[in-house]
């Protein structure tokens, strides 16, 4: 399995610390923020990491070289302006092959996520060893967390394992996902577009799974956080 890891943010909330260094390399506890991601992902044996970027992304790229320095397989792909989530994916399919991979958002702080329990999650038969007809089986895996303070809405429902738009109790998008390429077809490389759309239609069709993740886990989008966390 693959990983990308988005990296391409402006921060805008982080403003001043942004203007002069991208998000993802801001430290908490000592260590970039994309960096604890690249660690966890290695620890889990998943080691060919596709990072976008755009603000300030030759830093990015000078800082974590071609991952041999964190025992991983670095590729970049580049975007002159973000393209946001599933349109940086639609440009790095090339990097991404064909098989469901990992997507990570490289400004929050997840320190314990363990990465080995994404690697089945999208299987294609079911827990009886039956395939799962192609247009019912699960075509995304979120991991989702208790609302914070920023986002007491939340973003979806849990009924089981089946991620829902509606419905009680509701809980925050990790920034954490498993999802098959396939998803991003209808999206042309270099088009810029969210994937919030893309997830709500396909659970609305029943094809997203989910669970929920009950470890350390911060949204990084202010300073005020940041300070927070570095305390």
């Avoid at 001043?16 to 620890?43: A, F, Q, S, Y």
């Avoid at 009680?168 to 498993?178: A, M, N, Q, Y």
Wanted: charged share 20%; aromatic share 10%; net charge negative.
């Amino acid at each position: 399995m693959k990983a990308m890891i988005f990296a391409a943010g402006r921060g805008e909330r982080m403003r001043p610390l942004t203007d002069t260094c991208p998000k993802p390399l801001l430290e908490v506890r000592g260590r970039p923020l994309i960096v604890w991601h690249i660690l966890n992902l290695v620890r889990a044996g998943i080691t060919e990491i596709v990072i976008n970027h755009a603000h300030l992304g030759h830093l990015i790229e000078e800082r974590l070289g071609d991952g041999a320095q964190f025992g991983a397989r670095i590729a970049y792909s580049a975007e002159g302006t973000a393209l946001e989530t599933a349109g940086g994916v639609a440009k790095a399919r090339h990097l991404l092959g064909d098989d469901a991979f990992v997507a990570v958002a490289a400004d929050i702080y997840c320190p314990f996520f363990d990465f080995t329990q994404v690697q089945d999650v999208l299987q294609d038969n079911d827990a009886w060893g039956n395939p799962h007809p192609h247009d019912k089986r699960d075509v995304a895996w979120l991991y989702l967390v208790k609302n914070p303070a920023h986002n007491l809405k939340g973003d979806f429902a849990l009924n089981s394992f089946s991620v829902a738009n509606d419905g009680d109790p509701r809980w925050t998008f990790s920034g954490i996902g498993v999802y098959r390429p396939e998803i991003f077809n209808a999206i042309t490389p270099g088009q810029a577009a969210p994937i919030a759309p893309i997830l709500r239609e396909y659970a609305t069709r029943g094809q997203v799974g989910g669970e929920v993740y009950r470890g350390e886990w911060t949204d990084v989008g202010t300073p005020e956080r940041l300070a927070q966390l570095n305390s």
